[in-house]
C-alpha cells in the first residue's frame, strides 16, 4: 500500500561476537561445540573397538590404556556430560508429567536420567571391561 | 494526490472494527473491506478488557432478565428496543466467537463458564480466565486473516471525513511509515475506533483512545450522543490507572474502607460490591471524602480485599489480576489487600447510531464504544461492552454491506478531491509547519486535569462553566502550537497533536451536555441537582458541532416495555 | 543532595537526516516506582518531542512496547528502573529487526508469518453457533491454553539467534500459535499446518536456544512449543511410513 521505501528500513546485521552479549548464549555454544568432542569421541571408541574385533581384547585394553587417549577421554567426558545434564534439563521441561495440580520440575527429570546414566554406564563397563 | 478504492471503509481494528468487516464479507464474498487502523490490530484497547462478556447462554438465565438488569443499570436512559435486539443477539455472537477459537475457560460439562458481575442477577458473564478481551481480540484478528478480501492498513492515522452532498464517501489518512496523506475511498465507512479516556488524566484507557472516530464524525456534521455520561470504573490502580477487574468483586471479592468496613452496606445493600460502578464509584469517592480513605503517594484509595478466595480461585480466575498487583503495586492479593481508586473507563456516550450502527448520515455507520446506539445508557454494566462490541460490530457490518451492494464508487474528482487537498494543507502547511509555540504535551495535560477536576465522579454548574471555559481556551493554544519533529516518516508528535485536536473537540461535547442536563441519572452526578428528573430529561443529549461551542439538542428516549422505576438495588 | 536522577541512552536514527543510528543521552528524574516507559514519555513531553516510540496499554498485555534494555529484549512498560544496575540505562531498538525510526522496527516480516500459519479454526464441518458452543474440557484447554497467551510482542524473535542469521526462520511466536491451533481440540486443520511447520525453516532451524521462553513476558515458553511440534512432526512422518495408507 504506497510506496513506502522512500525512506527504506535500517538493516542491521547480526554481529559474529553475538553469542558473546550474554552468559545463556555463551553457555549454549558451548553445548554447541561439545558436539564436536562426541564425533571425536565416537571415532575413537569405533578405532578402538576394531582392534578388538580384529586382534585380541588385551590390544583394545591397551589402546584404553594410552595415556593421551585417557586425557582426551576425560576431555571428552567433561564435555559430553555437560551436553547430557543440559539434554536431561530440557528433556523435564519439554515433557513434564503431571501429578495432580502441579506438573514435575526439570530439575526432577536430570536427577533421574543422571540416575538412569549411571545405571547404564555401569552396565556397559562391566559388560566390556570387566567381565 | 494518492487514493485507494474500496467498498467498505472501516476506521479502526479492535473487536467492533474486526467484527464487522467479517460480518461484511460473509454477507457478501465478493465485498472489498478495508480496515485502516492506527495500530495494528493485536495492539487495539479491547486487548485490555479482562472480566468477560454476558450473554444468556444458562437455563436459569432469561433474554428479559439481561434486558432488564442492562436497562435499569442505564438508570433507564437505554433505548429499550435497542437492548432488546442486544440481548436476543448476544448468545449467538458469543458461541460464534466461540467457534472461532476463542478459549473460554470451561464448566464441567464442557460448556462456557459464567461468572458473576456488577448488576448482573444471575451468572451471565463468559469468561476467559480474567483475559477476555486479549483472547476475543486475538480470535477476531486471527480470523480476519482468512478472508482475502478484508484488506489492511496498518499504522495509517486517519484524519478526516470525505462527505459528498452528505454522502460520506470515504477518509483521508496519514500513512505513518512515509508520512503521507493519502484519500481512502468507500461505498461505506464505518467508525469503530473506540472511546475517548485520554481526554482524562486518570484513566484506564491506553494511549490511542484519543476520541478520533468521534471526532471526525462530529466535525462532519453527526451529532454526538449522551457525551455527559462517562464511566468511571471503581477499581483502577492508584497512579497508573491500570485495571483491576470487576471480576475480582465478581469471584467474592470486598471492598474496605480505613476502618476495615465493606462500606458499600450503606450504599447498595443489596448487591454490595456487585452493584452497578456508578453508584460504586460515588461510594468510593464519598467515603474518601468523609476522611475514611486511606492516604498514599498518588491520592487516596480504598481497599479491595481478595485474601479470603483462596490461592486456588485467584491462580485459576484471576491470574493476570495477581500479576499485576504484584507488578505495579508490589502486593500478592492472596496476603494482602489491593489500593484502588476510581477513575474514568469508557463512554456511554458517543457518535449517535440506531440499532443497526446507522449514524443517519447516508454511507456513515459507527459501532462499538466510539457509537451511541444507545443501549448502555446513562450507565454500562460491566461485561455488556465486549459483547455490545460484536452485536453492533455484526450489525453495522451487515448495514454497511446492504448499503455498499446498493451504490455505485465514489469517484476522486471534486468535492472530495478538493477536501483532501484542504485536509493536507491543514496538517501540513498549518500544523507542521509552526517553528514555535506551546508544547503539544503541557496543552495536553492542562486539558487531562481539568477534565478530571471539573467533568469528574461529582459535578456542579461551576466546575462544568469552568470546564467550559477552560476547553475553549486550550482549543486556542493549540493553534499555536508547536510540532518539534518535523520529520515525515512516522512522525509520533504530530499525530498526537492531531489526537489532542480530535480531543479537545470530543471533551468540549461533555461539560455542555452536562450542564444543560439538570439531574443526576446514572453516572452523570451533580451535587446542585442530585435526584432523577424523567419529567424533564428523560432524552438524549445531542450535541452538533459550530463554528462556537457546541449546540446541544435533545431526542427521546424509545421505551417499550419496562416501565421506569426507582433504581435501587 | 538534589532530585535523583537517571540518565537514558537511546538510539536514535531518523532516515530523513541521520545515515546510521547514534545514541542520545537524557537526563530524567528518578522515581522508585518509574518504568522505562514513564521515562521516555517524560523525554518526549518535556524535553525532546521528536523522540519516537511505539505504546499503548502501559500494563503488559498490547505487545507494543518491546525494546533491547541493556542489551536486553523487554517491554519497556514492564521494566522497572530499579531493576537495572546504576542510574545509566541504554534503549535500543529490538534486535533482528530493520528499523523505521528511532525505536520503532520493521514488523512486516512477523505479520507475515503469521498469515502463513493459518491462525483460525480449520474444521471439516461447522455447526452453526445457534446450537450452542463446541464442547471442550478443561484439560482439553490446557494442552494449548498456554500457547494462546502470547500478545505479539516479538520479544522472542528478538532473543532468538537462528532469527537473527536466517529470517526465513519460522520463528518462536509464530511456531508457538501454530503449535496452539493444531493442540486446540476444535481443530481439525493438523494437516494443513504440519507441512508448513515442518518445513526446513520451520521448527527444524531451531537449535534449543531457549533464549525465547527466557525473555518471554507472558510465560508462553515457545521452545516448548517448537519442540513438541518436532516430536508431532517426527511421529507423524513415522506413522506416515508404517502406515502410509491408514491410521492418523
Not at chain 1, 549411571?118 to 571391561?129: D, E, K, M, R, T
Not at chain 2, 483512545?209 to 483502577?236: F, S
Request: some cysteine; proline content about 5%; charged content about 25%.
Amino acid at each position: 500500500m504506497g510506496d513506502s521505501n522512500r525512506y527504506p528500513e535500517l538493516r542491521r546485521r547480526i554481529s559474529p561476537g553475538w553469542w558473546r552479549a550474554n552468559r545463556h548464549y555463551a553457555m549454549y555454544m558451548v553445548r554447541e561445540w561439545t558436539s564436536l568432542f562426541v564425533a571425536l569421541y565416537s571415532l575413537v571408541f569405533i578405532y578402538g573397538v576394531s582392534l578388538w574385533a580384529m586382534g585380541s581384547r588385551a590390544s583394545f585394553l591397551n589402546f584404553l590404556r594410552n595415556p593421551a587417549i585417557v586425557g582426551f577421554s576425560i576431555v571428552a567426558l567433561v564435555f559430553t556430560m555437560y551436553h547430557a545434564v543440559t539434554w536431561f534439563y530440557l528433556l523435564g521441561a519439554i515433557s513434564p508429567i503431571k501429578i495432580g495440580r502441579s506438573k514435575t520440575r526439570p530439575w526432577q527429570a536430570l536427577v533421574l536420567n543422571l540416575i538412569l546414566l549411571v545405571i547404564v554406564s555401569y552396565l556397559a563397563i562391566w559388560l566390556l571391561v570387566l567381565r | 494526490m494518492e487514493h485507494h478504492n474500496h467498498d467498505i471503509v472501516i476506521v479502526g481494528g479492535g473487536a467492533a472494527g474486526l467484527r464487522a468487516a467479517i460480518a461484511a464479507v460473509e454477507l457478501e464474498p465478493k465485498l472489498d473491506v478495508a480496515i485502516v487502523s492506527k495500530v495494528y490490530p493485536m495492539r487495539s484497547h479491547t486487548v485490555s478488557a479482562e472480566g468477560g462478556m454476558a450473554a444468556v447462554t444458562r437455563e436459569y438465565d432469561s433474554l428479559d432478565s439481561h434486558a432488564y438488569d442492562t436497562i435499569k443499570g442505564s438508570d433507564f436512559l437505554a433505548d429499550q428496543d435497542s437492548v432488546e435486539f442486544f440481548v436476543k443477539e448476544a448468545p449467538r455472537e458469543s458461541y460464534q466467537l466461540e467457534h472461532w477459537g476463542c478459549p473460554f475457560s470451561r464448566d464441567p460439562d464442557g460448556r462456557i463458564s459464567a461468572r458473576a458481575f456488577g448488576g448482573m442477577s444471575v451468572k451471565r458473564t463468559l469468561f476467559a480466565t480474567d483475559k477476555i478481551g486479549f483472547h476475543l481480540l486475538h480470535t477476531l484478528f486471527q480470523t480476519t486473516l482468512k478472508y482475502e478480501n478484508i484488506r489492511r492498513y496498518d499504522e495509517w492515522f486517519v484524519t478526516s471525513l470525505l462527505v459528498d452532498d452528505g454522502r460520506v464517501e470515504g477518509v483521508t489518512a496519514i500513512e505513518m511509515r512515509t508520512g503521507e496523506l493519502v484519500t481512502i475511498l468507500g461505498k461505506s465507512v464505518i467508525i469503530a475506533t473506540g472511546g475517548c479516556g485520554r481526554i482524562f488524566r486518570f484513566t484506564t484507557n491506553g494511549w490511542i483512545k484519543t476520541g478520533d472516530g468521534m471526532a471526525i464524525a462530529y466535525r462532519a456534521g453527526v451529532p454526538l450522543k449522551d457525551m455527559e455520561m462517562v464511566q468511571y470504573h471503581p477499581t483502577l490502580l492508584p497512579n497508573t490507572g491500570i485495571l483491576i477487574t470487576e471480576a475480582a468483586r465478581g469471584e467474592g471479592g470486598h471492598l474496605l474502607n480505613k476502618d476495615g468496613e465493606r462500606f458499600l452496606k450503606r450504599y447498595v445493600p443489596n448487591k454490595m460490591e456487585l452493584g452497578p460502578r456508578d453508584i460504586l464509584s460515588r461510594a468510593e469517592l464519598s467515603e474518601i471524602n468523609a476522611g475514611r480513605g486511606f492516604d498514599g503517594p498518588y491520592g487516596s484509595y480504598v481497599h479491595l480485599d481478595l485474601t479470603h478466595l483462596g490461592k486456588i480461585t485467584i491462580e485459576d480466575k484471576l491470574p493476570f489480576v495477581k500479576e499485576l498487583a504484584e507488578k505495579y503495586v508490589g502486593i500478592d492479593p492472596e496476603h494482602e489487600p489491593i489500593p484502588v481508586r476510581p477513575g474514568q473507563h469508557y463512554m456511554m456516550g458517543g457518535v449517535h447510531t440506531d440499532m443497526h450502527g446507522f449514524t443517519g448520515m447516508p454511507g456513515l455507520y459507527a459501532a462499538g464504544e466510539v457509537a451511541c446506539v444507545t443501549m448502555n445508557g446513562a450507565n454500562r454494566l460491566g461485561s455488556n461492552s465486549l459483547t455490545e462490541c460484536l452485536v453492533f460490530g455484526a450489525a453495522a457490518g451487515k448495514a454497511a454491506a446492504q448499503y455498499a451492494l446498493k451504490m455505485n464508487s465514489p469517484s476522486f474528482g471534486n468535492p472530495v478531491q478538493g477536501e483532501a487537498m484542504t485536509e493536507e494543507k491543514r496538517i501540513f502547511d498549518q500544523l507542521l509547519k509552526h517553528e514555535q509555540g506551546e508544547r503539544i504535551a503541557s496543552i495536553r495535560t492542562e486539558m487531562q486535569d481539568s477534565m478530571d477536576k471539573h467533568v469528574g465522579i461529582f459535578r456542579d454548574e461551576n466546575s462544568l462553566k469552568e470546564a467550559c471555559r477552560i476547553i475553549g481556551d486550550l482549543k486556542s493554544r493549540l493553534n499555536n502550537g508547536i510540532v518539534e519533529d518535523k520529520d515525515h516518516v512516522y512522525n509520533t508528535e504530530l499525530v498526537s497533536a492531531l489526537e489532542l485536536d480530535f480531543m479537545l473537540d470530543v471533551a468540549e461535547t461533555m461539560p455542555y451536555s452536562a450542564m444543560l442536563r439538570r439531574e443526576s441519572r446514572g453516572a452523570h452526578y451533580r451535587t446542585d441537582y442530585s435526584k432523577r428528573d424523567d419529567a424533564n430529561f428523560l432524552k438524549h443529549s445531542m450535541a452538533y458541532k459550530t463554528a462556537g461551542p457546541p449546540r446541544i439538542d435533545y431526542s427521546p428516549v424509545t421505551i417499550t416495555r419496562w416501565k421506569l422505576e426507582e433504581r435501587v438495588y | 543532595m538534589g532530585q535523583d536522577i537517571a540518565t537514558i541512552r537511546v538510539t536514535r536514527y531518523r532516515p530523513e537526516k541521520d545515515s546510521k543510528p547514534y545514541f542520545q543521552e537524557y537526563k530524567v528524574p528518578y522515581r522508585q516506582d518509574m518504568v522505562i516507559l514513564d521515562a521516555l514519555n517524560y523525554i518526549k513531553a518535556e524535553i525532546d518531542g521528536s523522540l519516537t516510540y511505539r505504546w499503548s496499554c502501559r500494563m503488559g498485555v498490547c505487545g507494543s512496547c518491546g525494546a533491547n534494555i541493556d542489551g536486553e529484549p523487554k517491554l519497556t512498560c514492564a521494566s522497572f528502573l530499579h531493576d537495572f544496575k546504576g542510574r545509566t540505562i541504554t534503549v535500543e531498538p529490538m534486535t533482528n529487526f530493520p528499523v523505521i525510526k528511532d525505536l520503532v522496527v520493521d514488523m512486516e516480516d512477523f505479520m507475515e508469518k503469521l498469515v502463513k500459519i493459518k491462525p483460525w479454526i480449520i474444521r471439516e464441518k461447522e455447526t452453526p453457533p445457534e446450537q450452542g458452543e463446541y464442547k471442550q474440557s478443561a484439560q482439553e484447554l490446557e494442552r494449548y491454553s498456554q500457547f494462546s497467551s502470547c500478545i505479539n510482542c516479538m520479544l522472542c524473535y528478538a532473543a532468538c539467534p537462528i532469527y537473527g542469521l536466517n529470517e526465513k526462520f519460522l520463528g518462536p511466536a509464530a511456531t508457538a500459535l501454530a503449535y496452539r491451533y493444531i493442540e486446540d481440540s476444535r481443530d481439525q486443520g493438523k494437516d494443513v499446518r504440519f507441512p508448513i511447520v515442518h518445513e526446513m525453516e520451520g521448527v527444524w532451524e531451531c537449535t534449543l536456544v531457549g533464549e525465547c521462553s527466557v525473555v518471554c513476558p507472558k510465560g508462553v515458553d515457545p521452545m516448548l512449543a517448537i519442540q513438541k511440534a518436532k516430536i508431532l512432526g517426527a511421529t507423524n512422518a513415522l506413522k506416515s511410513l508404517l502406515m502410509p495408507r491408514g491410521g492418523r
